[in-house]
T-cell receptor
Framework: ETGVTQSPTHLIKTRGQQVTLRCSSQ?????VSWYQQALGQGPQFIFQ???????GRGNFPPRFSGLQFPNYSSELNVNALELDDSALYLC??????????????FGPGTRLTVL | DAKTTQPNSMESNEEEPVHLPCNHS???????IHWYRQLPSQGPEYVIH???SNVNNRMASLAIAEDRKSSTLILHRATLRDAAVYYC????????????FGKGTKLSVKP
């Protein structure tokens, strides 16, 4: 069984640029959630996709957007990058969104540095 | 969203038990208690969860106070590989599946 994978591992961008991060969910999982983790902090929820539809969003501006594809892989797009967007971006896949017993399986993350 | 309070850091010796506390005095009746941990340079991983009764799995045990206002994650024999940040998270029926992380407890394990 293949776990959650993310690409790229590391990325360096300059302020104002756009970036796309990718996530492949674990086999059999139909839900992908994205999180941003600043240095020394816990992950913060960005948004979730369930069966190709956005299924909840955290307190992030519209320049953070996403997609989920029919194979349940997902992309996170960030436009007009700011220095504060430098962080580890994590995706997590699961099968029971909204259920209290839902377990999320995280990928290793993409480290984004904005200069 | 219900909040949790955890110590910033704890230390343990290898092969000794570790008790990681979590306070959640505003927990509601429908909140499950979840624990995740994040090893260095990795994404978080699920450890255990429970509602009212104590729970055991291959990784750890979860002891939940009778009033549910606190819980303790128990690692029975800490190994060096258990050094990580441990997050205690409450999840309710309205959460739409997202996890609300605090800063967690950084556990150091000494050989």
């Amino acid at each position: 069984e293949t776990g959650v994978t993310q690409s790229p591992t590391h990325l360096i961008k300059t302020r104002g640029q756009q970036v796309t991060l990718r996530c492949s969910s674990q086999s059999g999982h139909n839900t992908v959630s994205w999180y941003q983790q600043a240095l020394g902090q816990g992950p913060q929820f960005i948004f979730q996709y369930y069966r190709e539809e956005e299924n909840g969003r955290g307190n992030f501006p519209p320049r953070f957007s996403g997609l989920q594809f029919p194979n349940y892989s997902s992309e996170l797009n960030v436009n007009a990058l700011e220095l504060d967007d430098s962080a580890l971006y994590l995706c997590a896949s699961s099968t029971l969104p909204g259920w209290d017993t839902d377990t999320q399986y995280f990928g290793p993350g993409t480290r984004l540095t904005v200069l | 969203d219900a909040k949790t309070t955890q110590p910033n850091s704890m230390e343990s010796n290898e092969e000794e038990p570790v008790h990681l506390p979590c306070n959640h005095s505003t927990i509601s009746g429908t909140d499950y208690i979840h624990w995740y941990r994040q090893l260095p340079s990795q994404g978080p991983e699920y450890v255990i969860h429970g509602l009212t009764s104590n729970v055991n799995n291959r990784m750890a045990s979860l002891a939940i106070a009778e009033d549910r206002k606190s819980s303790t994650l128990i690692l029975h024999r800490a190994t060096l590989r258990d050094a990580a940040v441990y997050y205690c998270i409450l999840r309710d029926v309205g959460s739409q599946g997202n996890l609300i992380f605090g800063k967690g407890t950084k556990l150091s394990v000494k050989p």
